[in-house]
Structures are given as C-alpha cells and as structure tokens.
C-alpha cells in the first residue's frame, strides 16, 4: 500500500464527481456485511449520504462504524472501466454545522431533493447525515490493463 500523493488524489476526486451513487457495505449485528446503494456527494475525500434514522444502515453503523463502498461512473466499454473501493468508517452527523454544510453539498448536486422532502428542509423528517471517512482506496483503473488496481493509505485530515 502507498501513501496517496497529490497526482492520485485528483484522480480519485474526479471519479468522485463523476458518479453519484455508491454501494455502501455495512456490519450486520449477526455479522454478515449489508450492502446498499446510496446517493452522495463529497468534500474532499469525505463523503455524505442522506438515510433514515431508523434505517438498518443507521443501526449498523452505530453497531460498528467500520464500512466499505464502491464507486463507478459510468462507462460505454470494460476498456474504460473505473472506479473506487474504499474502506474506512462511518458516523452520524450530530453537528449542527456540519449538517448544514452536508444540506448544502447535497442541495447543490441534487436540486430536486427540496421538492421530495415535505417540509423542504434537509434533512428531511426522520433523516440524517451519514459521514463516510476513507482510510483506504482502491482506484480501478483498466485503462491502465484489465483488472488494474493501486491502493493507497489516505492520511488522516491535519
């Protein structure tokens, strides 16, 4: 595993733009990984999720808050394939400027969200933030060959 450089990073970030749903992969209480597609948008290398409060994803993570996720743009050719898979953890968001900046991010990258909610706001009744924190990824890359990978260790922000 390498540390992830400058170079790198800019590649992960525009895959992240480049997407907007993610497979989140959860611990179960029994154990066994839960995974689940979820829109999101990013902050750096930090992601935001909407979901329910009482969702299953919400339990899990206040069980354990080690996940992994997947992201893949879009692609016409497996030549062209890309993506990310990443683990790291996760958390409510509690802090109300934090929400607010996550409300934010989420209204600009997906507008008609203020038309599904009832009250307008976001988070909408019984939802909440979710907080994704990478400690790794895996870039995808098969423009590079078939199946290529690099991992990289993503360093805690100062």
Do not use: C
Not at 15 to 33: C, E, H, K, N, S
Not at 47 to 69: C, T
Request: hydrophobic share 45%.
């Amino acid at each position: 595993m390498q540390a992830l450089d400058r170079t790198h990073r800019q590649f992960i970030l525009h895959l992240l733009g480049a997407a907007q749903d993610l497979t989140l992969a959860t611990i179960r209480p029994d154990g066994f990984p839960q995974a689940t597609v979820v829109s999101y948008v990013h902050d750096g290398l930090t992601l935001y999720a909407g979901i329910g409060l009482n969702s299953q994803k919400a339990h899990n993570i206040r069980q354990n808050d080690k996940v992994s996720a997947t992201i893949t743009p879009p692609y016409a050719d497996w030549r062209h394939i890309r993506g990310l898979s990443l683990a790291g953890t996760a958390a409510v968001v509690g802090d109300a400027d934090e929400n607010a900046h996550a409300a934010d991010l989420m209204l600009f990258r997906f507008p008609q969200l203020r038309q599904l909610t009832q009250s307008g706001t976001i988070p909408w009744q019984g939802g909440v933030f979710l907080r994704v924190t990478p400690a790794v990824i895996s870039v995808l890359d098969y423009e590079q060959g078939f199946g290529h990978t690099e991992l990289y260790a993503v360093a805690a922000a100062p």
